[in-house]
């Protein structure tokens, strides 16, 4: 329970200050009677059971509820829910009609809005974005500058400035780090760093500049060591089933299962001869 103190107008929203009336237990964090508390709009925000604290406000239709706890300089807005054992801090945002359940952490700088979902124990920190229908759920740790969007789907781990979109999924395990791209309906179970875009199916790891399309499979651990697209079926297992030439200021790969080069060989007699030494190798 909880009484109003003292009021503020902050961006056309008329706050009040609540201060706690009876004993209320969140963890080891407990919270006396008499105790100042954060800001809300009305007492529609904030469940009997649930918490906000130090300077966060929670207004509009958004409800912080069961032992949810909202503290920091935090806002929770529009209609937005946290609720469970959520906690919301620092200087993050939950807005539009974003979802923060469970024992989930949005700290830092993160923003969740329009009808993202941050569930189990997953944890949204610094300045990531999260929006649109994306989810973040399991074990799953988003830091850094990254965005994630539409309908995709992390288990795993996303750092840097990486993004993950369209019906992407990481999975548990999975690491997506640097500038990576993950889109369309890429599955990724491994690793994915520098600058890499991926749509299709990582169960190893990839780093490198490349640009692999929804029909690739990459199977181990492959490092591409040039800019590279590659959009049509292929599977690659490791380093081994592709080789790197250089020819006047390009450098090109030649994947041995497909017998060709992959980008723009400035002299077809020249890729002819190479293509057959390589084979002798």
Not at 29 to 56: H, M, Q, R, Y
Not at 79 to 90: E, L, N, T, W
Not at 113 to 136: G, N
Not at 149 to 163: E, L, R
Request: proline share 1%; glycine share 8%; charged share 25%.
């Amino acid at each position: 329970m909880y009484r109003i103190t003292e009021s503020i107008v902050h961006n056309g929203h008329l706050l009040h200050r609540i201060e706690a009336m009876s004993t209320m237990c969140f963890g080891n964090f407990i919270i006396k009677p008499g105790t100042k508390g954060g800001w809300i709009e009305s007492e529609s925000n904030l469940g009997e059971t649930a918490w906000v604290a130090d300077n966060a406000m929670v207004y509009d239709n958004a409800v912080v509820k069961d032992c949810a706890k909202v503290y920091g300089y935090a806002k929770v807005g529009d209609k937005a829910i946290v609720r469970d054992h959520a906690k919301v801090f620092g200087n993050a945002r939950v807005i539009g009609e974003a979802i923060v359940s469970d024992e989930a952490v949005v700290s830092n700088s993160a923003t969740i809005m329009e009808s993202a979902i941050v569930s189990d124990k997953a944890r949204v920190l610094c300045h990531a974005v999260i929006t649109d229908e994306a989810t973040i759920c399991g074990e799953a740790v988003i830091g850094g500058n990254v965005n994630i969007s539409d309908n995709a789907t992390v288990y795993g781990k996303v750092m840097d400035y990486a993004m993950v979109y369209g019906n992407a999924r990481v999975n548990k395990n999975a690491r997506i780090s640097n500038h990576a791209i993950i889109y369309n309906n890429a599955c990724i179970n491994g690793k994915v760093g520098g600058s890499a875009v991926v749509a299709g199916v990582v169960y190893g790891s990839v780093k490198g500049s490349c640009t692999l399309g929804s029909d690739v499979i990459i199977v181990e651990d492959v490092d591409f060591d040039c800019n590279v697209s590659i959009s049509e079926k292929l599977a690659l297992e490791s380093n081994d089933d592709f080789v790197y030439v250089r020819c006047g200021s390009g450098k090109f790969l030649y994947i041995k299962s497909k017998d060709r080069f992959f980008g723009e060989f400035p002299n077809r007699d020249e890729s002819e001869r190479i293509k057959k030494i390589i084979k002798t190798i």
